[in-house]
């Protein structure tokens, strides 16, 4: 039976703070085989990617008025060494659109998903799969005051960018 | 914010680094230095660090300082000692290669130019170095890539430590401690300057730059981290072990056979990995980047036969100049002019049309060059690089500063090329500079 240690990030996000790092905290604590019950005020779809990459199932349940119960539990075989990246804040809706940039000829992958943001409206997401961690593409999205959040999915190769228009 | 931003400062040193190898090719032409001077004569000494520091280290300092926050995803640790850095590489050169022409009895002997020139390119190279490593220590654990930058990093330091105490002996402060080590060091310094830091570097950056230019999975990290042991062993016996035989006064024969055993299987390793990169690339077509870097490669590898050739035959010292030669153009400034041919486009391309992509239509990264055209220039360096080894090995100095223009011609063909990059000069499309985007400047981003 799986132990799983509690994280309530709904009062950070009600003090307009930033629960990635305090999840990310969580995640380095616990000990092996220890799972997360995270409580959100919305559905943290950008953090199942992330969590995938660091070993992690999930399963949610909505708990009324909005908010939602997610298990993160750790996966029977861990992933090879993930690489999560970030910069998150605010709620994370689902995707409006969805990429697959994999196949793509580097930087068309990084053009598309500026094209595709633009079309976003004010805090609406978008998520990409890549090939590789786009790098030169962060400072574009920063500049133009997109948040974002990336880490390479569980099969060590496929990179899930998800990135929310500013609100 | 994650480095992938445009570092400031590389387009200068990519243009104070061209400026240095056509001073150098000027030098064969005029038959200043080897072969026309002997390997140990100060005309030699003068064009062996025009290339080495001048042309190679500076346009290697600026692909780092652009590369290295992307290989391990952290910003620069500081952007600020970029242009210092150039200034000082740029300073201690200069006073260094008068030192070598006081030497010479070219210049009145001001002889202390030489301990100023070293301590000028210490102070810049250190400088330089702290910032990469600062970098990385803030960014670990480190990427593959970045390990090999770090052992290059270690390996400039020997150079430079070695450096200077030759400086300081042939200006008659040395003591009989640093001139024996003059005296039996050069071939250290050598090693350390030529197979450590530059070939160490190039590797090293060239499985990223491969791997993101042709769509390859990054080379298995354990594989890497082998050749990169290997490297560094090869390394460690040459320095730690010359330093020891010098110190007991034992001959170098040894080391020198050791450390070339390590070093051929240093090449064959790395040689394995990039075929790998090779044959697993997505992109099946390859772009002019990677195809002119196979020229690079194959020099390389035949600059280890040419070396195990030259060693059998027992004229390795005597023939010294033409495996330097080749190491010096065919590999390393083989690559590096085949890699600026990517990195410029694609850093002018990121910074002229990034800020307004996804809003306008914008021209591709290929549209800003005309590979075409450029190949010529590319093949016509190569063929003249290899024709000069050739002349070197049959000892034609006179037609060997004919094959030296045609390296001229080829250089001034291949920067021509960068030049209209930069300038956006082959961009035909209605979107060369759509609203909001900006003609970059030549040598400042």
Redesign the interface.
Known sequence: MTEYLDVDVRPILRAGGEPFSVIMAAVDNIAPGQGIRLFAPFKPVPLFGVMAGKGFDHSETEIGGGEWQVLFTPMEAPPPAPVPAAQAGGQWPEPKIRLDNRELDPPEPMVRILAAAETLGPGETLSALLAREPVFLFPQLERRGFNWLGGFLPDGVTYELTVRAPS | ?????VSKWTMSYFAMGIAWLFAAEALMIAGFGYPAADIAASGTLVLVHVVAIGWLSMCICGALLQFVP?LV?KALFSEAAALPVLGLLTAGLIALLLGFLALGGRLPPWLWLLPLGATLLVAGFGLFAANLVLTMWYARPLAAAARFVLVGLAALGATAALGTSFAWALAGYGGSVLNAVLEAGIPLHAIAGLGGWLTLTAMGVSYRLLA??M?S?DVDSGRSRTTLLVGAVTLGLAIAGGLAAIAIQAGLDLVFVLTSICGVATVALYGRDVADLYRKR??RVLELNTSMAVYAFTSLAASVVLGLALALRGSFAADIGAFVFLIGFGWLSGLVLAKLYKIVA?LT??ETY??V???VP?P??QDLVVEPRATKWFAAYFASVWLATALLLAGQAPAFRVAAFGMMLATAGIVQELLRTRTLADVTTNARLPQGAKLPRLLHS
Request: net charge positive; glycine share 20%; proline share 8%.
């Open positions: 914010m994650i480095g992938g931003s992307v995803g993101m230019f769509m999975p997505k992109r694609f391309w990121l990034g800020p992509m996804g809003r914008t591709r990264v």
